[in-house]
């Protein structure tokens, strides 16, 4: 059974930086890419970034270029994405999600997290 956990969400000031991990479990997902989106209120989810498991290519949304960095540590079995200069327009649940390959549409991602809340707020 496949299941992804996310965490390190939390109440941040704006300017200030915060990694979330996004931890894989269950057989299958060796070559799979993992995704990040997020979801603000009254939004639709959008999607941030991924890192492919192929050959560990990264990709980022405009949103995030230059504010985050996604990488994975395969021995754990977990993805990270840091943000920096945090923003209170990141203001979101952020979700990891896992799919054979790297797109910014949900569909193409088979399993997903339950999401983790970051608020950014003075």
């Known amino acids: 059974q496949v299941q992804l956990v996310e965490s390190g969400g939390g109440l941040v000031q704006p300017g200030t930086s915060l990694t979330l991990s996004c931890t894989t479990s269950?057989?299958?997902?060796?070559?799979?890419?993992i995704g990040w989106f997020r979801q603000a209120p009254g939004k639709e989810r959008e999607w941030v970034s991924c890192?492919?498991?192929?050959?560990?290519?990264?990709y980022y949304a405009d949103s995030m270029k230059g504010r985050s960095t996604i990488s994975r540590d395969n021995a754990k079995n977990t993805v990270y994405l840091q943000m920096n200069s945090l923003k209170p327009e990141d203001t979101s649940v952020y979700y990891c999600?896992?799919?054979?390959?790297?797109?910014?549409?949900?569909?193409?991602?088979?399993?997903w997290g339950q999401g983790t809340q970051v608020t950014v707020s003075s």
């Open positions: 890192i492919s498991g192929k050959d560990g290519s990264t």
């Open positions: 999600a896992a799919g054979p390959w790297c797109k910014w549409y949900q569909e193409s991602y088979d399993y």
């Open positions: 269950g057989s299958g997902l060796d070559y799979y890419g």
